[in-house]
């Protein structure tokens, strides 16, 4: 009875004298040569620690102020606190269990490089023998407000305000939370999201019940199952993607409205390796600008507008084959206006085919498809059939609207490669009238194609109902010129100048070279007739002189002519006995557009050769009669109603009133 009082007082003796000395220096110090020593073994590192203590009621032992450093004396981790709840209820098996460990604060700063060293040493520790009696077991670790931040060679991530609950059991319970995520990749901008996950471990099997990733509004949700040994698994996913989140991430100027929701399943085939092993079923539908996507994808031909998209994605990933439908509103397709194309999506061996497009274009009908080269995007195809398209608003693109009248166009296009360099076919025809020769235009078309920004035409011709006119050249968009050569023929050739001159009728061939601007440019051209008609009354001068006709057997001259000048190289008309030659200019001040040839002003030399003074003198006058042969150089300048003569007049054979002899 004595030995068993004498253990007792012994036994509460010895626990008042640890319980006093156990939040003490020395207590802290042994702790500290125990504890530091196997953590430095474990992981290859060096720690230092504040203080280590035990505390008996409850029992629990304490770190604080717990740092680890590289070789290089870098800091790794700094942690506020770790307490760990220990139960005895395992010391006859020699078992020594944490029942709680809880980790407050901790900052964790960390490269692949030092965690592969790490986990290395790690897994050598743990294969040798251990040098204590007492197997340490672990039964939850409780995380608080840490943050970890890992660096690899070309980007890093952060996870703050991290919190963690595992509790280890035969299935460990994993839930993981981070407010604050963010990854900051070189060449983009940062993403700012959050991050949440619960998941188990079961034996080689991953059960993720929930992983829930967020940037900005877009979000990922998934859970599935992974088995490690053989990676093989199932997860089912569910994404809503705002365009807005990707136009920030990536710096993206253009318009970043829309969103894409994608939900289906992720597969994983252990047995294959690579892409191959990862299969993919996606129902993706939403909308995007068509603007912020070729930017992402780096195209820099003009491709834009609103697109809606309703589609499938299936496979593995390096053989992912796509079907689906789209909806383009109010889009530009290199440059060409769309009112709306519905179209079929098609996407397999990394070719991205629009099928069966139909729509609306500059107020026609179009049948359209088309392939572009995914990811990268360096070649692509556009094939389009046009009908009735509006004539204006395709020559507006070349920047010859109103140089026709408006008409519709109906025409092929395609083009393939890494360039936007079509060729096809169109044809014209005129749906309102005009007045002078464009609005009588009836008809045209080409061939045509394109290269480096210029279009070259082929056998472009154009015809009203008397005049027709073939040509072959070029438009170049770089600087807004053009270059033509051709010929022509018409009828009469009243029908090239009505109603601006209607003086002259009859037939004429010309050949015609046009260079310059496309706001105004210059046409060079030569020309011939064959029995000319010369009427005063289409001068629009009866009331200065009588109507006469003249009748020339051949007219031929060199012009030159922009909207606001036409330049008289060389004129000739002969007939069987007179002669006509000029030379000079003839001015266009109020012209607005080519072959506005109204309110002339002349400043032209004129030769007269054998003319007969009868005809010219009746011109002015019946009443006085005066024949013989007149020969003359004159100057005429002054406008229509102003017209001035200058000059010297050589008459032969002259008689006045059929009496009179000079």
Not at 60 to 84: C, H, M, P, T, W
Not at 425 to 446: K, M, P, Q
Not at 552 to 572: A, E
């Given at each position: 009875?004595?030995?068993?009082?004498?253990?007792?007082?012994?036994?509460?003796?010895?626990?008042?004298?640890?319980l006093?000395?156990?939040?003490g220096?020395?207590?802290?110090?042994?702790l500290?040569?125990?504890?530091?020593?196997?953590?430095?073994?474990?992981?290859?590192?060096?720690?230092?620690?504040?203080?280590?203590?035990?505390?008996?009621?409850?029992?629990?032992?304490?770190?604080?102020?717990?740092?680890?450093?590289?070789?290089?004396?870098?800091?790794?981790?700094?942690?506020?606190?770790?307490?760990?709840?220990?139960?005895?209820?395992?010391?006859?098996?020699?078992?020594?269990?944490?029942?709680?460990?809880?980790?407050?604060?901790?900052?964790i700063?960390?490269?692949?490089k030092?965690?592969?060293?790490?986990?290395?040493?790690?897994?050598?520790?743990?294969?040798?023998?251990p040098k204590?009696?007492?197997?340490?077991?672990?039964?939850?670790?409780?995380?608080?407000?840490?943050?970890?931040?890992?660096?690899?060679?070309?980007?890093?991530?952060?996870?703050?305000?991290?919190?963690?609950?595992?509790?280890?059991?035969?299935?460990?319970?994993?839930?993981?939370?981070?407010?604050?995520?963010?990854?900051?990749?070189?060449?983009?901008?940062?993403?700012?999201?959050?991050?949440?996950?619960?998941?188990?471990?079961?034996?080689?099997?991953?059960?993720?019940?929930?992983?829930?990733?967020?940037?900005?509004?877009?979000?990922?949700?998934?859970?599935?199952?992974?088995?490690?040994?053989?990676?093989?698994?199932?997860?089912?996913?569910?994404?809503?993607?705002?365009?807005?989140?990707?136009?920030?991430?990536?710096?993206?100027?253009?318009?970043?409205?829309?969103?894409l929701?994608?939900?289906?399943?992720?597969?994983?085939?252990?047995?294959?390796?690579?892409?191959?092993?990862?299969?993919?079923?996606?129902?993706?539908?939403?909308?995007?600008?068509?603007?912020?996507?070729?930017?992402?994808?780096?195209?820099?031909?003009?491709?834009?507008?609103?697109?809606?998209?309703?589609?499938?994605?299936?496979?593995?990933?390096?053989?992912?084959?796509?079907?689906?439908?789209?909806?383009?509103?109010?889009?530009?397709?290199?440059?060409?206006?769309?009112?709306?194309?519905n179209?079929?999506?098609?996407?397999?061996?990394?070719?991205?085919?629009?099928?069966?497009g139909?729509?609306?274009?500059?107020?026609?009908?179009?049948?359209?498809?088309?392939?572009?080269?995914?990811?990268?995007?360096?070649?692509?195809?556009?094939?389009?059939?046009?009908?009735?398209?509006?004539?204006?608003?395709?020559?507006?693109?070349?920047?010859?609207?109103?140089?026709?009248?408006?008409?519709?166009?109906?025409?092929?296009?395609?083009?393939?490669?890494?360039?936007?360099?079509?060729?096809g076919?169109?044809?014209?025809?005129?749906?309102?009238?005009?007045?002078?020769?464009?609005?009588?235009?009836?008809?045209?078309?080409?061939?045509?194609?394109?290269?480096?920004?210029?279009?070259?035409?082929d056998?472009?011709?154009?015809?009203?109902?008397?005049?027709?006119?073939l040509?072959?050249?070029?438009?170049?968009l770089?600087?807004?010129?053009?270059?033509?050569?051709?010929t022509?023929?018409?009828?009469?050739?009243?029908?090239l100048l009505?109603?601006?001159?209607?003086?002259?009728?009859?037939?004429?061939?010309?050949?015609?070279?046009?260079?310059?601007?496309?706001?105004?440019?210059?046409?060079d051209?030569?020309?011939?007739?064959?029995r000319?008609?010369?009427s005063?009354?289409?001068?629009?001068?009866?009331?200065?002189?009588?109507?006469?006709?003249?009748?020339?057997?051949?007219?031929?001259?060199?012009?030159?002519?922009?909207?606001?000048?036409?330049?008289?190289?060389?004129?000739?008309?002969?007939?069987?006995?007179?002669?006509?030659?000029?030379?000079?200019?003839?001015?266009?001040?109020?012209?607005?557009?080519?072959?506005?040839?109204?309110?002339?002003?002349?400043?032209?030399?004129?030769?007269?050769?054998?003319?007969?003074?009868?005809?010219?003198?009746?011109?002015?006058?019946?009443?006085?009669t005066?024949?013989?042969?007149l020969?003359?150089?004159?100057?005429?300048?002054g406008?229509?109603?102003?017209?001035?003569?200058?000059?010297?007049?050589?008459?032969?054979?002259?008689?006045?009133?059929?009496?009179?002899?000079?």
């Amino acid at each position: 009875m004595k030995r068993q009082f004498f253990y007792i007082a012994a036994a509460v003796l010895l626990f008042s004298i640890f319980l006093y000395a156990s939040r003490g220096p020395n207590i802290s110090n042994a702790l500290k040569k125990i504890i530091l020593p196997e953590l430095e073994a474990a992981t290859g590192r060096k720690f230092i620690a504040q203080q280590i203590y035990i505390n008996l009621f409850p029992l629990f032992a304490e770190i604080k102020g717990l740092k680890s450093f590289d070789d290089n004396g870098e800091r790794i981790l700094e942690i506020q606190r770790v307490k760990g709840y220990i139960g005895l209820s395992g010391l006859l098996q020699k078992k020594l269990f944490i029942n709680r460990l809880v980790i407050v604060n901790p900052i964790i700063d960390a490269n692949k490089k030092g965690i592969d060293e790490i986990s290395a040493n790690v897994k050598k520790y743990l294969e040798q023998e251990p040098k204590t009696p007492f197997k340490v077991e672990v039964r939850s670790v409780t995380l608080n407000e840490a943050e970890l931040s890992y660096r690899d060679t070309d980007y890093k991530l952060l996870l703050g305000d991290l919190h963690a609950d595992v509790t280890i059991t035969r299935d460990p319970k994993f839930i993981v939370s981070s407010s604050r995520v963010v990854f900051d990749r070189k060449g983009l901008n940062e993403a700012k999201g959050s991050l949440d996950t619960v998941f188990f471990l079961r034996g080689p099997l991953i059960d993720l019940k929930k992983l829930k990733i967020t940037a900005d509004k877009s979000g990922v949700f998934t859970s599935g199952s992974l088995e490690t040994k053989g990676l093989t698994g199932k997860f089912l996913s569910e994404a809503t993607i705002y365009l807005d989140s990707v136009k920030k991430i990536f710096g993206l100027k253009k318009n970043g409205a829309g969103q894409l929701t994608v939900k289906g399943s992720i597969g994983l085939d252990g047995l294959k390796s690579g892409f191959d092993s990862v299969f993919v079923d996606m129902k993706i539908n939403g909308d995007l600008f068509l603007e912020t996507l070729m930017e992402l994808l780096k195209v820099k031909e003009r491709i834009a507008g609103h697109i809606s998209v309703d589609g499938h994605v299936k496979g593995p990933l390096n053989k992912l084959h796509a079907e689906g439908k789209a909806e383009l509103d109010k889009g530009d397709l290199f440059g060409v206006p769309i009112e709306r194309l519905n179209c079929n999506i098609l996407y397999h061996d990394g070719a991205m085919r629009f099928l069966g497009g139909h729509g609306r274009v500059l107020q026609g009908n179009a049948v359209a498809e088309g392939m572009i080269r995914l990811p990268v995007v360096n070649y692509f195809e556009v094939r389009v059939k046009a009908s009735d398209v509006s004539s204006n608003g395709l020559l507006r693109l070349i920047g010859l609207d109103h140089v026709l009248p408006e008409g519709k166009i109906n025409g092929t296009l395609s083009t393939a490669g890494s360039d936007f360099d079509p060729v096809g076919e169109f044809s014209y025809r005129n749906t309102i009238a005009g007045r002078d020769v464009l609005g009588r235009v009836r008809e045209g078309g080409s061939r045509f194609n394109m290269k480096g920004n210029i279009i070259y035409f082929d056998n472009l011709s154009f015809g009203t109902d008397k005049s027709g006119l073939l040509a072959s050249g070029s438009v170049n968009l770089n600087n807004n010129t053009l270059s033509f050569q051709g010929t022509g023929e018409t009828k009469d050739v009243g029908d090239l100048l009505f109603p601006y001159f209607a003086a002259l009728s009859g037939p004429a061939r010309f050949s015609h070279i046009v260079s310059g601007s496309l706001n105004n440019p210059d046409i060079d051209f030569h020309f011939d007739s064959q029995r000319t008609i010369f009427s005063t009354n289409g001068v629009g001068t009866a009331a200065i002189v009588n109507h006469k006709v003249f009748v020339f057997d051949t007219v031929s001259g060199d012009l030159d002519y922009r909207k606001d000048r036409l330049k008289v190289k060389h004129f000739s008309a002969i007939s069987e006995h007179e002669g006509i030659n000029a030379s000079g200019t003839v001015l266009f001040p109020r012209a607005v557009s080519l072959f506005d040839l109204k309110n002339p002003v002349f400043n032209l030399s004129l030769s007269l050769r054998n003319a007969d003074i009868k005809t010219l003198s009746s011109m002015f006058s019946n009443k006085l009669t005066i024949s013989g042969v007149l020969n003359t150089d004159f100057n005429l300048s002054g406008g229509l109603t102003a017209i001035k003569l200058s000059g010297e007049v050589h008459g032969k054979d002259m008689t006045i009133a059929d009496k009179y002899a000079l």
